[in-house]
């Protein structure tokens, strides 16, 4: 049997895409092996958010041609439709596809022997009209991601995603809708709902992104459905009420800030202002207090100045978030952004986000010392180490406990007793095997830090 390896860089999106590009493989007979083994074919799915980014793709590729020289290597996603010449010129590559020919790699490809010279199929984004279907309903696991909507009509400054993924487009209702009961037929608790702007869900289909979610709260043996991210300017007192009153509907939101300061939201060219992401949040707590929410934030924009950056601490220090994710600013060709002056000095971006960084760890300890003495619903996803069960609540919480019962795809109440950096410590409710949620049961897996985004 041939083998593959798939990595992936970036977001929950690529990884959904990864999967169901997985799935591809073995219905054609591969076997799945990991990425750190030797195999026939290796797929990178790619990211280029930032230079970091793109800095890590070329020494992946450089490290599995080292390992195994006669490797296939294809690779796919944002940095490929944005460089694909770099990409080639990368000693071992074999086949580079964009973001309208990923989805049909063997269209284009049987990757049974190496290549004289790497293939360039990369169209212009503007071609890439379609969505592609994208789960991770192949792999063994109890969430699995699904994509809804793809592409951005939005013009951030700072921004290459529209370049590398096209204009907004999205799922029917239906087709969603069937993917979703599979997706709960095969065992499955948890759906995480992921695209470039999911709150952009439906527009040019006559939808939106309540109405797809009335529709899926009402499929059997789904327990939860998260929403990866959602743009606070989408974020209607609607949606929010009726995600607010929904149980199943994870009490996880995760809303991209980038700046706290207006001037540098005005340069960033984002669709709100710092007052009205504020009260977004505070209406989020008020109706629920416990509730979990995440904010991305790009440091060292040009333009932010030491009273700039004091602004966004601030603010960040005194809203009720519970985690941040902190990147640095790093200049993207083809962005408008680029041209800005002020440019602020990499030493600065870099002490900058590493005070926002500390930040974002004491929010996280403090929300998560906040769950300690209370009981929570956790689904485990496997065995972190033998008898140590790892897994999430709907708050978004890792939580672990110790068990001699198989705990996997399993929904239990723990009784949190200790907050640890980046996870809780609990121990099981008296009964909670009995309480747990029916479900089919899907094989266990070893718990890894991939598992864990």
């Not at 049997?1 to 798939?6: D, I, Q, S």
Request: charged share 25%.
């Amino acid at each position: 049997m041939k083998t593959v390896a798939l990595h992936t860089l970036g977001c929950k999106l690529n990884f959904a895409e990864t999967s169901s590009i997985g799935g591809q493989f073995r219905e054609r007979g591969y076997r799945v092996v990991d990425f750190s083994q030797p195999s026939d074919v290796f797929v990178l799915n790619t990211c280029s958010v930032t230079e970091r980014a793109d800095r890590e793709c070329r020494q992946l590729i450089r490290r599995v041609r080292r390992r195994s020289p006669e490797t296939y290597i294809i690779v796919m996603g944002c940095y490929a439709q944005l460089r694909p010449e770099a990409i080639a010129s990368i000693e071992g590559v074999d086949l580079v596809l964009g973001a309208k020919e990923k989805f049909n790699l063997f269209d284009y490809s049987s990757p049974d022997m190496k290549e004289a010279k790497a293939r360039i199929l990369v169209s212009p984004v503007d071609q890439a009209v379609t969505i592609g279907q994208a789960s991770s309903a192949a792999s063994d696991r109890t969430r699995a991601f699904l994509k809804i909507q793809d592409g951005c009509d939005y013009s951030c400054s700072f921004c290459t995603i529209p370049l590398a993924r096209g204009s907004s487009r999205s799922q029917s209702l239906e087709e969603v809708y069937a993917q979703a009961s599979q997706i709960a037929s095969g065992g499955y608790r948890e759906i995480v709902l992921t695209g470039v702007n999911v709150g952009d869900y439906g527009k040019k289909i006559h939808s939106d992104l309540q109405s797809l979610l009335a529709r899926l709260v009402s499929i059997d043996g789904i327990e939860r459905i998260r929403i990866s991210s959602i743009e606070p300017n989408l974020l209607t007192d609607n949606l929010l009420d009726f995600w607010l009153s929904q149980e199943k509907l994870c009490k996880h939101f995760h809303i991209p800030l980038q700046s706290g300061d207006d001037a540098i939201l005005g340069l960033m060219r984002r669709r709100y202002r710092s007052d009205y992401y504020e009260e977004r949040v505070q209406r989020i707590k008020s109706s629920c207090p416990d509730a979990c929410i995440g904010a991305d934030v790009l440091v060292g924009f040009p333009g932010e100045t030491n009273e700039l950056f004091d602004s966004t601490y601030s603010f960040l220090r005194d809203v009720p978030l519970s985690y941040l994710h902190v990147f640095t600013y790093s200049e993207r060709p083809n962005t408008d952004a680029i041209l800005l002056k002020d440019v602020v000095e990499p030493r600065i971006r870099a002490e900058r986000s590493e005070r926002l960084r500390t930040l974002g760890i004491r929010k996280r300890k403090a929300f998560h010392d906040s769950f300690v003495g209370k009981t929570v619903e956790v689904l485990f996803e496997g065995e972190r180490l033998p008898g140590v069960w790892s897994g999430l609540t709907d708050r978004y919480i890792r939580v672990e406990v110790e068990s001699k019962s198989a705990l996997g795809n399993t929904i239990s109440r723990v009784k949190v007793v200790k907050s640890d950096g980046e996870k809780c410590l609990g121990q099981l409710v008296p009964g909670a095997r009995e309480a747990t949620l029916a479900g089919a049961s899907l094989s266990p897996f070893q718990w890894t830090p991939e598992a864990a985004l």
